[in-house]
């Protein structure tokens, strides 16, 4: 594999800009950063024009898109959704289930492993998110009620036997069993989190000590302040701020309103804040009817508003976004700069999943994965591994390997 030299673009450091700068790669890695033009014999040359040049954005929640769900079961379904989200700048994300039978989750643990072979024409998997089945049933959001248990050692045990590709899970904390499980999470080396829970800050923080360390979708399916005999509690979102825990963000402009992005962003800041998609099949389809989950026994949605609702439109029912418009709200609606937005959607959720050591910032050493995109977060071209897998207005039929 030869040289690629990108020239002429606004590179995206964790610290800084280069302006005019040069990024240089080869075999799947970032060979130099450079401020100004550098020689290369035999490289290939890709003009930036211009444009941003940032590391490749990090999705670590997603269900689905491109009309396809990760429950679905089918290698096809993994396949099509890493490609519909490479057009949108994520180079790497993390599939993740909804609450279903065990059996559910174990088919879907296997189709993630055949479809990592032959992953090559979209955005890298990172493991699988297990989200459930132990949660809060007052708390349930979109989460099918017919599937929600309490944590069973039995069962969780027989899953993380099973497969080694389990890179997080996330659940309620204040369940029976649930500090168990995540002291079992943290001995195997799994990213535990806390969940679509109405737990209280003595909860969250005994979980804290055993092992959770990140809140999944801050606000939604989540407890605030509540009263107990006329006493009040702080929720699992206060505790949650107040802790030193990661917390990731639904950044699509409606899961949460503005003030609430810039009150997470000042308290937690951009290193202890990921940016998500939560995104579900419908992402990068027209508004509609939909389907939550497995095409077999999923719950039926409706997207419209720009987001996906229960038919009762009594709850969201997961985002359609993609990872361009998260990091655009953050610096549209949340008055974030674009440097700090881009490491939320890069270096902060690499170093939450533990690969920040190859991923997540436009360093020698690191691997080959960019974006390239305008002054409005619009994608014109995206490298995964070294290989451009998408330029604007079209997916590359053939990998071109530089």
Known sequence: MGFLKITNGTLITPFRYIRGGTIVLQD?????????????????????????????FIDIHVHGGGGYDFMDGTEEAFLKIVELHAQYGTTSLVPTTLTAEKADLLRTLDTYEKAKLNNNRGASFLGIHLEGPY?????????????????DPTEYEEILAYSSSIVRWSAAPELEGAIQFG??????????????????????????????????????????????????????????LLLDMDVELITDGIHLPPPLLKLVYKIKGADRTALITDAMRAAGMPEGESILGSRTNGLPVLVEDGVAKLLDRSSFAGSVATTNQLVRNMVQLADVSLLDAVRMASATPARIMSVDARKGALVAGKDADLVIFDENINIATTIVNGQIIYTKGQIVNTVQAI
């Open 135 to 151: 949660f809060s049933l007052s708390q349930r959001g979109a989460q099918d009620p017919r599937y929600i248990r309490n944590p």
């Open 28 to 56: 799947g890695v970032i060979q130099g950063v450079h401020e100004r033009d550098v020689d290369v014999p035999g490289a290939a040359v890709m003009d930036a024009q211009g444009k941003f040049v940032a590391p490749g």
């Open 183 to 240: 002291r079992r999470l943290r001995e195997k080396g799994i990213l535990a989190a806390i969940a679509h829970t109405d737990a209280v800050y003595a909860d969250v923080l005994e979980a804290y000590e055993n092992g959770y360390t990140l809140a999944t979708h801050l606000y939604s399916a989540m407890s605030g302040v509540t009263r107990r005999n006329a006493f009040r509690y702080a929720g699992a979102i206060e505790s949650a």
